[in-house]
């Protein structure tokens, strides 16, 4: 790093922060009293902000509405008991940013503007890093087209920006999820390895149905033959299968979590067995009639571990092993959080202090 960007801010004098009540918070209701801005133009970026969080002015024209031309991040930051500021491994967030960026064709986001976006926008508002036990500060970067033109092509204008909203303690209810066999959401040499706003709407749909049949969620299965277990919801997903860690391979069609990365981590630190390959729709029914699999979950930012509890395939349901057994999720729940809240040793690097 040469010197540092020169970031123009404007403090919000309305501050919000006193009427929250950080015991109830809704998901991505709430958001903090300010947020970052740059703008990309003529090749370059400028204009570095910190404003009061407010709505945007954005020409009507703009690729971003039309064409899905925007991609997100989704991180979070946690509040040590000294009260340091400490965000769970954002190189990776910025690392996948510039991998859908440059699937999108869009400029990509030099480390120095990440980090000090992140660490101003997060030092400013550090009073909205709720302290009680498992809260947290959700962290949203995103970036999109700010072209007024509404031809397809790659645009030359955009901006980035990041927002941020205080999550409460999270318990996520175990989900009943449903193999899905008809709806796709992604294909090989699509951009399903991608954030990109164009990959979530289409998927809501299916979700939908989904949820109207009784299920809280779907199990994705690979676009060509529906044969393959990909991703639950936004979730990778994850069973211990004959008491081995089994997931599916990462590819074009699976997003690269985080928080699969860090289970998979924490499981070969500690000799369990890990297999990342393709995983059949029939071996995944088959173990479940057999009894074979002992858990399966969800692994993303939101939840960090959603347990599975049944999982539906043409119109017949199989009952997993209760919640409450379920050894490796539990003790890789708790290993997380102990590493996100700065209580034990972060031996793998995977805390930024802010
Ligand atoms: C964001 C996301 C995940 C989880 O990624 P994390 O980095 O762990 O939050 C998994 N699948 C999809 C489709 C996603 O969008």
Redesign the pocket.
């Known amino acids: 790093m040469v010197e540092t960007l020169n970031i123009t801010i404007n403090k919000n004098p309305n501050s919000k922060l006193d009427q929250i009540d950080f015991d109830n918070i809704q998901f991505g209701k709430i958001y903090t009293d300010h947020l970052f801005v740059a703008e990309f133009k003529n090749g370059e970026w400028d204009n570095f902000q910190i404003n009061p969080y407010d709505d945007l002015r954005i020409s009507p024209a703009s690729p971003s509405i039309h064409y899905g031309i925007s991609i997100f991040e989704?991180?979070k930051a946690y509040k040590n008991d000294k009260g340091e500021v400490l965000v769970f491994r954002p190189d990776?967030?910025l690392e996948?940013m510039n991998i859908s960026a440059e699937r999108m064709c869009m400029p990509l986001i030099p480390e120095q503007l990440y980090y000090e976006a992140l660490d101003t926008l997060l030092g400013i508002d550090s009073d909205w890093v709720p302290s009680q036990v498992g809260s947290s500060l959700y962290v949203r970067p995103f970036l999109f087209s700010d072209d007024d033109f509404i031809g397809i092509r790659p645009s030359q204008d955009f901006r980035f920006m990041i927002i941020t909203c205080p999550v409460g303690a999270y318990y996520s209810k175990p989900v009943k999820v449903n193999i899905e066999d008809h709806f796709v959401?992604a294909i090989e040499g699509g951009s399903?390895f991608c954030?990109t706003g164009c990959?979530?709407g289409p998927a809501i749909y299916p979700a939908k149905l989904a949820q109207e049949k009784g299920y809280d969620q779907l199990i994705w299965t690979d676009g060509k033959d529906h044969k393959y277990i990909e991703?639950s919801?936004?979730?990778?997903i994850m069973f211990i299968m004959d008491g081995k860690l089994v997931t599916p391979a990462l590819g074009d069609t699976?997003?690269?979590?985080?928080?699969?990365d860090s289970v998979l981590t924490l499981a070969r630190d500690w000799g369990v067995e890990v297999e990342e390959r393709k995983i059949e729709v029939d071996e995944v029914v088959t173990a479940a009639k057999e009894g074979r699999i002992q858990e399966a979950f969800g692994?993303?930012?939101?939840a960090t571990i959603a347990q599975i509890e049944l999982i539906g395939h043409n119109g017949t349901d199989y009952k997993l092993p209760a919640v409450e057994d379920r050894e490796f999720s539990h003790k890789v729940l708790k290993e997380l959080d102990d590493i996100k809240y700065g209580r034990i040793e972060d031996k793998f690097g995977w805390i930024h202090k802010v």
């Open positions: 989704g991180l990776k967030n996948r959401r399903g954030k990959n979530y991703e919801g936004t979730m990778n699976i997003l690269n979590g985080i928080t699969r692994a993303g930012t939101a």
